[in-house]
């Protein structure tokens, strides 16, 4: 058979359909200001710059210094970070569907490596993942779990009147129930090792619900691998394992992806609606921090209500879809009631009243920690997350022109966080306790980013991988 054309066509530079701009990517200075904003970080973190890991001298809480040695930890991190690079080469190469599941699988991979292999640069090695997750109280839920002397169903009854720890305290028993499985199995020791293990690679499975995420903003797949890539190299991913906050990006992520698609189905909401109560459903059965991402689906709506012009069947779908999730989710919560006998109302009020009484003898000033959090925030996502979306967002505001999903999801993203923060909800340790919000700054990244030459992509890549070293060679984040 003879060619279909005289000349070969050459192969179409990857377009960004859907992304947030389509004015250009960054100017050399500022990808150059990106890169030695990086590079000074590193230093200041291995040189152990005052600030950079807290202000003691006004709060209770800052990150402690130590030293594991960056060269050895680098080493330790280097496969991981192999493989990340390797998917991003082959993405850019090749966009083959088929191809699809083995690179998010590496991806994965590579996540859970990062915080396994970073678990080794410590001298007590995954000891201490053990040693963590049986902590009374570092996390605390596997040490109530082992204080259940009575059946199950038994103890969810009684829960809202159970004396627990700290971390326990404020959450419902998710986290407890979590690891009482693993403790019932495979006893105290082995339970603890592999609950906390568990933990992280559940973290880990949040790349392949990036790349769905993703999919709001960008039907490119290069473009949402990169967003899966940058996502398994944030770093509060890797020096909080095993923490349950590693895993509750996947429930903020899924509640806005059910909550957008429900609203653009139009007259097929109720799959999506359904989802979306069984996301809630299971989200405040773990951590009732989650519920504030509140604000994205009610600034989404607004958002979409005005994108409609404010018609009646636009108000009715938002209404319909909100309601039918709300009903699902006290469903389920009703079924539990009567299988077990879990009161979600009364471990609710338990719950907050112990988080007011811990919020009493706290020092945590207001404006303080609504000047640091987002800093500590930054520090979560590797800093240098906070020039991309800055040079971003102000380009938009010089050249954008119409306010379509792409831009208002982001922007609607950097609202929720500065609502967060202003409503002095989640006070302190925001590295750990917002990192379900930092899928609203991973993809707005990655668009930037695919937009980039290879060599431009891959040192910044590189650059968040050092990062990502430095911190967990002189940070400590997890203590026993």
Known sequence: ??????????????????????????????????????????VGVASHWGYLNGVEQLTDWVWAWRDLGIPRTASLLATPFALVAGVLWVAE??????????????????SFLFQLLGAEADPRGLALVRQIAASRGATSYFFDATRIHVP??????????????????????GPIVFYYAFLTVFGPSVGA??????????????VVVMYAFAGLWTADPGVRLTACAWYALL???TVF??????????????????????????????????????????????????????????????????????MRPAWIAMLRTGGLSFLVCIGLYVALWLAAGYDPIASFQHAMANQARLAS??????????????????????????PILFFRIRREGIAGKQLNRPIALTLIGIATILTIDASGLLRGEA????????????????????????????????????ILVSLKAEMTFVNP
């Open 361 to 386: 003898i706290t020092v945590r000033p207001y404006l303080t920690f609504a000047l640091l959090d987002p800093f500590d925030f930054v520090l979560g996502a590797g800093v240098l997350a906070a």
């Open 152 to 173: 199950l169903r038994e103890w969810l009854a009684e829960f809202h009147t159970a004396q627990l720890e700290r971390h326990s305290q404020t959450h419902p028993a």
């Open 93 to 110: 190469r090749e966009q083959s569907r088929s191809r699809l599941p083995a690179l998010l699988g590496l991806l994965v991979a590579a």
């Open 431 to 466: 590295a750990r306790v917002w990192i379900f919000l930092q899928p609203l700054v991973v993809v707005p990244v990655a668009l930037e980013l695919a937009t980039l030459r290879r060599p431009w992509r891959l040192s910044i890549f590189a650059l968040q991988w050092l």
């Open 241 to 310: 394992f095993p923490e349950f906050d590693q895993a509750y990006p996947i429930f903020s992520m899924l509640a806005i992806l059910f909550w957008v698609r429900s609203l653009d189905a139009r007259r097929s909401t109720w799959t999506y609606a359904l989802a979306l109560g069984a996301v809630l459903f299971v989200a405040t059965g773990f951590a009732y921090n989650l519920l504030v991402i509140g604000a994205f689906l009610l600034y989404y709506a607004g958002y979409w209500l005005w994108r409609e012009q404010w």
């Open 193 to 206: 090792l592999l609950g906390g293990c568990a933990v992280g690679l559940l973290g880990s499975a949040g």
């Open 235 to 237: 770093p509060a991913m």
């Open 1 to 42: 058979m003879g060619k279909a054309g005289g000349k070969r066509r050459r192969r179409p530079k990857r377009g960004n359909p859907g992304a947030l701009s389509v004015h250009g990517s960054l100017t050399t200075a500022q990808r150059a200001i990106v890169l030695v904003i990086g590079l000074a970080y590193c």
